[in-house]
């Protein structure tokens, strides 16, 4: 299935301002961007997924499952060097990237969510960015696998906040004390919503968490696609040898680490 040719929306673009914003804040949505024709077929993407990772053993290709998602998709396969979706990437991180990862983050009534944590990438060398675009394609309310963040704290390019913290904790042992280096306020939690079709970007050093999934007859479905600037290992990098070598259309030049 070739869907380089069919758009993911109609208008979802990094202009300057929000450009300005993703810096400053360490995220940026765009809320309600996807087509429905693209909503649709990530759903079905997605449950697909999740069908395979009911006997995940019985397959040959790398696992978990989850974590290399495009390689046992057509569809997610696709999007990797979709067009729209490499300008996104692009627009954020100047034109030598690399696809480093796209790993399904589903959620089913009763998944627990996840404590704070961060990701890491290039720490000592800010000129190297790595973004994070996440397709939340049913949405989520607030309190309900909502994602939350900490404006200005991927200024610190820690890749450390300790997984798992709950926002107490957080408070206690990360954000006491620090200040967003741009506006000089304190660092505070927010909470986010997105309505169905909502991308939001993040630099990988963001902190974040996600509350637990409180709907019991629907599953929050999502994926998240990675970009990079080469230059550095990627811990988070998930591509097979094979993969690498066989890349879907249109990413001959972005598969490589380096
Ligand atoms: O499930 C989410 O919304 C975010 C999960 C997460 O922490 C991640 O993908 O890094
Ligand atoms: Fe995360």
């Not at 991180?93 to 969510?113: A, E, F, K, Q």
Request: glycine share 8%.
């Amino acid at each position: 299935m070739n869907s380089l040719e069919d758009p993911l929306w109609e208008n979802c673009r990094l202009d300057k301002a929000a450009k300005e914003q993703l810096d400053f804040d360490g995220h940026y949505a765009f809320p309600g961007v996807l087509n429905h024709p693209t909503q649709k077929r990530l759903t079905e993407a997605l449950a697909a997924i999740e069908d395979l990772r009911k006997d995940e053993a019985r397959f040959e290709g790398p696992k978990p499952i989850h974590m290399y998602a495009a390689e046992y998709n057509e569809y997610l396969a696709s999007l990797v060097a979709h067009p729209q979706l490499l300008k996104l990437a692009r627009d954020t991180l100047g034109d030598d990237i690399r696809y480093d990862h796209t790993v399904t983050l589903n959620r089913h009534p009763g998944s627990n969510g996840a404590g704070w944590h961060s990701h890491g990438y290039a720490e000592d060398d800010p000129s190297l960015g790595f973004v994070r675009i996440f397709f939340y394609v049913n949405g989520f309310e607030a309190s309900d696998s909502a994602l939350k963040v900490v404006p200005g704290s991927h200024h610190y390019r820690d890749a450390e906040i300790s997984a798992g913290l709950k926002d107490e904790d957080l408070r206690e042992n990360w954000l006491a004390g620090k200040r967003h280096p741009l506006s000089g306020e304190p660092l505070r939690i927010e909470k986010l919503v997105a309505p169905p079709g909502t991308i939001i970007l993040m630099w990988t050093h963001a902190a974040h968490a996600v509350t637990s999934r409180i709907s019991t007859d629907s599953t929050r479905w999502t994926v998240v696609y990675a970009y990079r600037n080469p230059g550095r290992e990627s811990g988070a990098r998930q591509i097979s040898e094979a993969f690498e070598a066989n890349p879907p259309d249109g990413a001959e030049g972005l598969m490589s680490l380096y």
